[in-house]
Antibody, heavy 113, light 107 residues
Framework: QVQLVESGGGVVQPEGSLRLSCAASGFTLNSYGMQWVRQAPGKGLEWVAFISYDASRKYYADSVKGRFTISRDMSKNTLFLQMNSLRPEDTAMYYC??????WGQGALVTVSS | DIQMTQSPSSLSASVGDRVTITCRASQGVSNHLAWFQQKPGKAPKSLIHSASTLQRGVPSTFSGSGSGTVFTLTISSLQPEDVATYYCQHYDSSPFTFGPGTKVDIK
């Protein structure tokens, strides 16, 4: 059974850092392109970052470029999103998902002083 | 960057009605288009990939079509459990933009 389980969310002060993890089971991360998607309270879905199946390509939304880094650890079959210099507008539910297929349940990130 | 639009932004239909949602891309995305369903308080669920391929386990009342810049998601017979917001997303070239969503409810 395929499962994506996010962790690492929480409350952080502006300019702080947080690392989200997404543990995959039932498939291997090198089989799919993977993405992070966020949803601010009451808003629509916003694409954040992508890593190709072979990790050779990484893309970022302009709103997070230079602050967020997507990566993975194949030994743990886990996807990561390192978030630095966080801003109040980064407050959202963060989902990991394979391209066009599986989704996790989300991790809530709140940026507030 | 490729912009995605959806129409209508919301709709209200009766049980059993045929419902169609349109997604338009500002540039051609081939068939690199997915549709997702999101119910309140829940994570999105994948319905369709490659513009027209139904994900495993998705009812056959859902169908997708289109290529290039215009795509449609059709619910052939609306059911109460279909009340949700529907999003399209292209994955042709970065950034992999989502449409703004279409909220569907029962009249």
């Amino acid at each position: 059974q395929v499962q994506l389980v996010e962790s690492g969310g929480g409350v952080v002060q502006p300019e702080g850092s947080l690392r989200l993890s997404c543990a995959a089971s039932g498939f291997t991360l090198n089989s799919y392109g993977m993405q992070w998607v966020r949803q601010a309270p009451g808003k629509g879905l916003e694409w954040v970052a992508f890593i190709s199946y072979d990790a050779s390509r990484k893309y970022y939304a302009d709103s997070v470029k230079g602050r967020f880094t997507i990566s993975r650890d194949m030994s743990k079959n886990t996807l990561f999103l390192q978030m630095n210099s966080l801003r109040p507008e980064d407050t959202a539910m963060y989902y990991c998902a394979s391209i066009a297929d599986y989704w996790g349940q989300g991790a809530l990130v709140t940026v507030s002083s | 960057d490729i912009q995605m639009t959806q129409s209508p932004s919301s709709l209200s239909a009766s049980v059993g009605d045929r419902v169609t949602i349109t997604c338009r891309a500002s540039q051609g995305v081939s068939n690199h288009l997915a549709w997702f369903q999101q119910k309140p308080g829940k994570a999105p669920k994948s319905l369709i990939h490659s513009a027209s391929t139904l994900q495993r386990g998705v009812p056959s009342t859902f169908s997708g079509s289109g290529s290039g810049t215009v795509f449609t998601l059709t619910i052939s017979s609306l059911q109460p459990e279909d009340v949700a917001t529907y999003y399209c997303q292209h994955y042709d070239s970065s950034p992999f933009t989502f449409g703004p969503g279409t909220k569907v409810d029962i009249k």
